[in-house]
């Protein structure tokens, strides 16, 4: 009988946001079936041995004069980095450092503390990380799998694809008809929302959360949480120039951008224009 892979699982500073919405995962007992948890902070856990550890998982991020287990943060994950045999810096705080401190790999767009070890490191990104990207990586690693990974030791499988990918308002962005307010079912929230799901690399939109739903579904743009910028400053405002979004959609040169959104905006599409028009006249209603 093959042995579960044993997973030492260290919090730096940061909220425990990944942790909540992993052990709120619909499927979590697959976890605890395949996976030892010899230490988690949230949980009961009984004293552990580094030499037992096969994954190191660090959540948040790390600073200095900073405690865990009687011990500075950094020296302790600088020991169980050197026993662990993979390790996983999970969400944003983690791998780019966020609001509270440093990222293990990566502080931002510089250099981190461990970057000279970045090849033993893989990167989940995200406030919080999707549950099912964690799963994803943990199997591949049960499993003896080559896990490929992007320029930020991301999972390419993952973080290949943008937030836009996906969104059911993908009509709504080509053809430049746009959402007025939060929560709208219709309409693109990009240009008055300030959605950054066309520069966001993450695969929210196609697997959804809980399998329900995702922020722009439910009428909210996406903030961008999976990128280096985050948070950015007016999270929810699209900088323009003379009506020209400062920041073209990953991929697309701006001459295209302007080419393609000056076309779609001389032309009029009454199917979307009317399906817009009656979901706002819907929201008045309810709100009179």
Not at 109 to 114: R, S, T
Not at 267 to 274: A, G, I
């Amino acid at each position: 009988m093959r042995l579960k892979p044993k997973i030492i699982w260290i919090d730096g500073v940061g909220c425990n946001g990944c942790s909540h919405s992993f052990f709120n995962y619909p499927e979590i007992s697959s976890f605890f079936e395949n996976f030892e948890l010899l230490y988690h902070p949230l949980l009961d856990s009984d004293e552990f041995n580094v030499q037992n550890c096969d994954i190191l998982i660090i959540e948040g991020a790390l600073k200095s004069n900073f405690s865990r287990l009687g011990k500075d943060l950094n020296s302790l994950i600088s020991e169980l980095f050197l026993k662990a045999k993979k390790i996983i810096a999970l969400g944003t705080c983690a791998v780019y450092g966020g609001i509270f401190g440093k990222g293990l790999v990566f502080d931002k767009n510089e250099k981190g503390k461990f970057y000279k070890c970045r090849d033993r490191v893989i990167n989940i990104p995200g406030c919080p990380s999707h549950p099912e990207w964690i799963m994803y990586v943990l199997n591949m690693i049960k499993n003896d799998k080559k896990i490929a990974l992007d320029e930020f030791n991301r999972p390419v499988e993952i973080f290949s694809y943008t937030s836009h990918m996906g969104c059911t308002r993908n009509e709504y962005f080509e053809w430049k008809i746009d959402a007025q307010d939060f929560g709208s079912k219709e309409g693109c929230l990009f240009y008055y929302q300030g959605c950054q799901g066309p520069f966001t690399h993450s695969s929210c939109n196609k697997i959804l959360w809980n399998e329900v739903n995702s922020k722009p579904r439910a009428g909210t743009p996406c903030f961008g949480c999976t990128e280096v910028s985050f948070p950015k400053k007016d999270l929810f405002k699209t900088e323009t120039f003379m009506g020209i979004p400062a920041n073209i959609p990953l991929g697309v040169s701006k001459r295209a951008y302007l080419t393609i959104s000056g076309i779609a905006k001389s032309l009029t599409n009454e199917r979307l224009t009317k399906k817009l028009i009656e979901c706002e006249n819907e929201d008045k209603q309810k709100d009179n």
